[in-house]
Nanobody
């Protein structure tokens, strides 16, 4: 079955960096757009970033633009989210997602906690 497994979350001070990874299995990874979403306590899940199947197209939420970078390695079936200049408001559970088009998610990961202290 399809599995998306996130890793790399943790506790970091404001201004610091983290790199999230999402390893995919059970699907033809290079066929899928990949996305990152997050959900903070008491809030709805929100879009963070997405990358096309070949990595040529990316997009970002305004709140993370210029600070986060999404990338993928199709040979390793892995998508990454480099998060720099982290802010306390970035604290959330971060989810990896896959979809033939990112507007329609087919699969979700289990999430990884990111906590940014002030």
């Amino acid at each position: 079955q399809v599995q998306l497994v996130e890793s790399g979350g943790g506790l970091v001070q404001a201004g610091g960096s983290l790199r999230l990874s999402c390893a995919a299995s059970g699907l033809t990874f290079s066929n899928y757009a990949m996305g990152w979403f997050r959900q903070a306590p008491g809030k709805e899940r929100e879009f963070v970033s997405a990358i096309s199947w070949n990595g040529e197209n990316t997009n970002y939420a305004d709140s993370v633009k210029g600070r986060f970078t999404v990338s993928r390695d199709n040979a390793r079936n892995t998508v990454y989210l480099q998060m720099d200049s982290l802010k306390p408001e970035d604290t959330a559970i971060y989810y990896c997602a896959a979809g033939l088009i990112i507007a329609s998610i087919d699969y979700w990961g289990q999430g990884t906690q990111v906590t940014v202290s002030s």
